[in-house]
C-alpha cells in the first residue's frame, strides 16, 4: 500500500488542489454537486455503484457509493462531507497553494482532504484486486456545517446497516484521532418584560435586561465539568435607548455534553425556565433544541480503535485517540450503536479559519493506514465488530 500512494502522492495532492478549488459552501448547491460528481466519477472508475442523491426539501446533494450495492451489513461505512463554512469567492481571494510542507485552501482540512483520503484508500484496495472483498459504502454529505438537518435521515440509516464507521474528519496534529465528541444544541431565552421611562416612572416598568440577568445565572449553574456539560450564553442583546426600562431581552446558550443521558437533564432544565421568571410580571420564552447526540467510545469503539493502533505501529505511526468539544456526522453515526472512529482524514488544524492548513507529509501513512485497516477487515472475513 505504502508503494501505491508513494507513486500517487503527486496525483493526490493535484486532487486536493482541485476540488479545494471548486467553490462548495453550505448552500451553494451547484458547487457541492460539482464535488460529488468528481467522486462520483472516480468511484465508478473502479467499479463501485454511485448515486448523487438531492436530500430533503432543500435538495443538498449527497453522494453514496457502494462496492457490493445492496450486500449489508456494509464491512465499513465512510463518511465525509463535501461542504465548506466558507461563502462563495473565497477560492477566488485565496485558492488552494501549498509551501512544499502544507497545504492551503478553503475546507482543505475540513475536510476536503479527508474525502480524498477515502477515495485513495478504495482506488488502492482496487489496485491490489481485493476492493470487491470488502462490503463498503462511501456518505458524503453537503450540509455537515449547518446542522446535516437533509441529509441526517441518510447518515443514520446508513450506519444502521454498518458494522463500523470511519469519520473523514481531519487528524489532529501528532496522528490523533477523535473518540468521543460532545453532543450539543442551542436555546434561545427571551425575557417579556414593561417599558417604561427609567427616570419619570421606572417603577411603571418591568426591567427585561435585569430578568434575563437573573436568568443568565441560572443557566450557568447548568456547567459541570465532571459530567462533561457546558451551557455558555454566547449572544446577548436587550433594551434600546438609554432613557427607556428595556421591554424585551434576549439570549442565545450553546449547549454541550459528554453523555447522552444528560440531553434530558438539559431539554428540563429549559422547559422549567419559563416556568419561575424573577420578577412579578416578567414572562419568559424558551426555544431551541438539542440537535446532536454526543459520540460515545462504545466498548466495540475502543477495539476498532485499537485495531487502528496495531496497523499504524506497523508502519512507524503511533496513533492516539482524544476527546473534543466539537460535533462532527460521527455523532449521529455513534448514537446509531455503531463503532465509530473520527479524524481518519488527513492531519490538519486551523478550521474554519483563513489559516487553515493540512501536512502533505500525513497523506502517505493516512491512506496507507486506512487501507491496511480495510485489509484487516478482509483477513479477519469481515470481522464481527459492532455485529
Request: proline share 4%; aromatic share 6%; hydrophobic share 35%.
Amino acid at each position: 500500500m505504502n508503494d501505491f500512494m508513494t507513486s500517487r502522492y503527486t496525483d493526490f495532492v493535484d486532487d486536493l488542489e482541485t476540488i479545494v478549488n471548486q467553490d462548495s459552501s453550505s448552500g451553494n448547491a451547484k458547487g457541492i454537486a460539482e464535488v460529488a460528481r468528481f467522486f462520483e466519477r472516480r468511484f465508478t472508475a473502479i467499479g463501485m455503484t454511485c448515486e448523487i442523491i438531492y436530500a430533503g426539501q432543500a435538495g443538498v446533494p449527497c453522494l453514496k457509493a457502494e462496492t457490493r450495492p445492496g450486500q449489508t451489513p456494509y464491512d465499513l461505512m465512510c463518511l465525509g462531507h463535501m461542504d465548506t463554512v466558507f461563502p462563495e469567492g473565497e477560492v477566488e481571494k485565496r485558492p488552494f497553494s501549498t509551501d512544499g510542507t502544507k497545504g492551503y485552501g478553503p475546507g482543505v482540512c475540513d475536510m476536503k482532504g479527508g474525502l480524498l483520503v477515502a477515495l485513495y484508500t478504495m482506488e488502492a484496495l482496487h489496485h491490489q484486486g481485493i476492493l470487491d472483498k470488502l462490503s463498503v459504502c462511501v456518505t458524503f454529505n453537503g450540509d455537515e456545517e449547518t446542522g446535516s438537518n437533509a441529509s441526517r435521515e441518510l447518515i443514520e440509516a446508513c450506519a444502521r446497516q454498518s458494522r463500523r464507521v470511519l469519520v473523514f474528519e481531519p487528524c489532529r496534529p501528532g496522528y490523533n484521532m477523535v473518540l468521543r465528541r460532545k453532543g450539543g444544541g442551542w436555546f434561545h431565552v427571551k425575557a417579556k418584560g414593561k417599558a417604561a421611562h427609567a427616570g419619570a416612572d421606572p417603577e411603571k416598568g418591568i426591567n427585561a435586561v435585569v430578568e434575563l440577568a437573573h436568568q443568565i445565572t441560572r443557566i450557568h449553574t447548568l456547567n459541570d465539568s465532571e459530567k462533561g456539560t457546558s451551557a455558555q450564553v454566547t449572544v446577548m442583546h436587550g433594551g434600546d435607548k438609554v432613557n427607556i426600562i428595556p421591554e424585551t431581552a434576549v439570549a442565545a446558550v450553546d449547549v454541550r455534553f459528554s453523555k447522552s443521558e444528560e440531553a434530558k437533564t438539559v431539554e428540563s432544565f429549559f422547559k422549567e425556565l419559563t416556568r419561575t421568571p424573577y420578577l412579578p410580571g416578567a414572562e419568559l420564552e424558551v426555544s431551541g433544541r438539542i440537535d446532536r447526540p454526543p459520540m460515545e467510545c462504545s466498548p466495540e469503539a475502543e477495539l476498532l480503535f485499537q485495531q487502528i493502533r496495531d496497523c499504524g505501529k506497523i508502519i512507524g505511526m503511533d496513533a492516539e485517540g482524544i476527546s473534543t468539544g466539537g460535533c462532527s456526522d460521527g455523532n449521529f453515526t455513534s448514537a446509531q450503536g455503531t463503532p465509530t472512529i473520527d479524524g481518519m482524514g488527513i492531519v490538519g488544524a486551523n478550521a474554519h479559519r483563513d489559516d487553515e492548513y493540512v501536512e502533505l507529509e500525513s497523506i502517505i501513512p493516512m491512506v496507507t493506514l486506512v487501507a491496511d485497516l480495510c485489509k484487516s477487515f478482509i483477513d479477519s472475513s469481515a470481522g464481527d465488530t459492532g455485529s
